[in-house]
């Protein structure tokens, strides 16, 4: 089975500074990873995802996130947000079963 | 474009009532998810289908049932609903079952009085 556990439930941030939001996965077999931001009164869609290849994935809005194998995490990062950004983030982790999500991270942008 | 609808954004029902949530995807997807999202805990998988008339559990499948009659539409069921049946309960899709990108609907905001 697979879990994921996401650092910080919430995190306030000025608009135009860099920001990191933390993912750690537990698994005991190879992982698919995803990042999925919800907007205020929407539902979730894909930010970015890991399947294979390059540790560094590129996704919507600037986002970005780095796989560490031997870290087990999959943090997600912006080198400057806008207030648009303010929602919130779900990492998720696909092994075995079906899509396994984090309790969520609320980004808060202050203008 | 992709889309993902849910019956109702706002339902209110009663203690006891049977209470029935649709959604509908235009994908032609083979997969399709019922996920309930509760402040704090996250989303948490009710019932998948990865065909029509399969159905697996998820890992919350207690006091809910689920139908998938035809491939595009996917019923979730609650045979009795309850106070803590309180929720937002979302519907996704997706193509592949183990990679792809699942797409969500709107979601519906359920409340038992």
């Known amino acids: 089975a697979q879990s994921v556990t996401q650092l910080d439930s919430q995190v306030p941030v000025f608009e135009e500074a860099p920001v990191e939001l933390r993912c750690n996965y537990s698994?005991?077999?190879?992982?698919?990873l995803f990042w999925y931001v919800q907007y205020p009164n929407q539902g979730l869609q894909l930010l970015l995802k890991?399947?294979?290849?390059?540790?560094l994935v590129k996704g919507i809005n600037g986002f970005e996130a780095e796989f560490n194998k031997s870290q087990t995490s999959f943090h997600l990062r912006k080198p400057s947000v806008h207030i648009s950004d303010t929602a919130e983030y779900f990492c998720?982790?696909?092994?075995?079963?079906?899509?396994?999500f984090g309790k969520g991270t609320r980004l808060s942008v202050i203008a | 474009d992709v889309k993902v609808t849910q019956s109702s954004r706002y339902l209110v029902k009663r203690t006891g009532e049977k209470v029935f949530l649709e959604c509908v995807q235009d994908?032609?997807?083979?997969?399709m998810f019922w996920y309930r999202q509760d402040p704090g805990l996250g989303l948490r998988l009710i019932y998948f289908?990865?065909?029509?008339?399969?159905?697996e559990k998820g890992d919350i499948p207690e006091g809910y049932s689920v139908s998938r009659e035809k491939k595009e539409r996917f019923s979730l069921i609650l045979e009795s609903a309850s106070t803590n049946q309180t929720s937002m309960y979302l519907c996704?899709?997706?193509?592949?079952?183990?990679?792809?990108?699942?797409?969500f609907g709107p979601g519906t905001r359920l409340t038992v009085l």
């Open positions: 996704a899709s997706s193509w592949d079952y183990r990679t792809d990108t699942q797409y």
């Open positions: 698994s005991s077999v190879s992982v698919y």
């Open positions: 890991y399947l294979s290849g390059s540790t």
């Open positions: 998720a982790v696909r092994g075995t079963r079906p899509l396994v």
């Open positions: 994908m032609d997807h083979e997969n």
């Open positions: 289908s990865y065909d029509v008339k399969m159905k």
